[in-house]
């Protein structure tokens, strides 16, 4: 049988740049998972991506309105990793806000283009793995640019400079511009809570060097030798779920 190659996403590149511990737990090592808790955080973020994935699909002619797309909020809300049940109604509150806030300035402005896709994973085969990643929404302009939409729930300000050096959104520049060569790629995030949003656009150049870092980086994640990590204290730490366990480690030092 012919093994399946092994797949990074943004979000496991990113946890192992931030701490190849941190990422030994969540991805290698099962003694991890029993140390994950729900955050409160994640779960509102997902509630908000629902919503607004039914509003932006042209299949769903139920989420429309404003008053449809907050009942969609509700219907899919996640009360996961919220500490009472007045914390979680609180945030629901909130979530009601910000997207009624958002579609109402969505149908003030009309529709500028033509929606392919939300919520849907893209792969890209880099040899000794494969790139992929869930892109939140894509857009088709008329004069055919592409346009990645990636909402933010945790920021209020979005700088372009942040867009073209982001991680996650070069990954998905560099999936869509893979998929559709022949399209001019554009990546915007989206702070939800304020309605802010900054755009980047990456060259050829751009896309084939991170292309090449991104295959050196993906072959030190998969050969990185995970049972003889030792941790070290970084200022992630005091949150981090895996805590208890690197602190079983004789050698691990808190600051």
């Known amino acids: 049988m012919v093994a399946r190659k092994p797949t990074l996403s943004p979000t496991k590149i990113t946890t192992y740049l931030a701490c190849p511990?941190?990422?030994?737990?969540?991805?290698?090592?099962a003694r991890g998972?029993?140390?994950?808790?729900?955050k409160s955080y994640y779960s509102f973020g997902t509630s908000l991506h629902r919503a607004l994935e039914r509003f932006h699909d042209s299949g769903d002619v139920g989420v429309q309105t404003t008053e449809e797309a907050v009942a969609a909020l509700?219907?899919?809300w996640v009360d996961a990793g919220y500490r009472s049940a007045d914390e979680a109604a609180e945030a629901l509150g909130e979530g009601r806000e910000i997207v009624a806030r958002y579609v109402e300035e969505q149908l003030r402005t009309g529709k500028k283009a033509k929606t392919l896709f939300t919520e849907r994973q893209m792969r890209w085969d880099l040899g000794e793995f494969a790139l992929i990643g869930r892109l939140d929404r894509l857009d088709e302009h008329e004069d055919g640019t592409l346009e990645i939409v990636?909402?933010?729930?945790?920021?209020?300000?979005v700088d372009p400079e942040e867009v073209r050096n982001d991680i996650a959104m070069s990954c998905y520049g560099l999936l869509v511009r893979r998929k559709y060569p022949d399209q001019p790629v554009v990546g915007t995030?989206?702070?939800?809570?304020?309605?802010?949003?900054?755009s980047a656009a990456w060259s050829d150049e751009e896309l084939n060097v991170f292309?090449?870092?991104l295959k050196k980086l993906g072959t030190e994640i998969l050969t990185?030798?995970?049972p003889e990590l030792r941790p070290v204290y970084k200022p992630l730490c005091p949150h981090c779920d895996f805590l208890p366990l690197c602190r079983r480690?004789?050698?691990?030092?808190e600051l």
């Open 21 to 29: 511990v941190k990422f030994k737990w969540t991805y290698i090592d």
């Open 33 to 38: 998972r029993w140390y994950l808790r729900s």
């Open 74 to 76: 509700e219907e899919s």
């Open 150 to 157: 990636d909402y933010k729930s945790g920021r209020s300000e």
């Open 189 to 198: 995030i989206v702070a939800i809570r304020t309605g802010a949003s900054g």
């Open 211 to 213: 292309e090449e870092d």
């Open 224 to 226: 990185e030798d995970y």
């Open 249 to 253: 480690d004789p050698e691990f030092e």
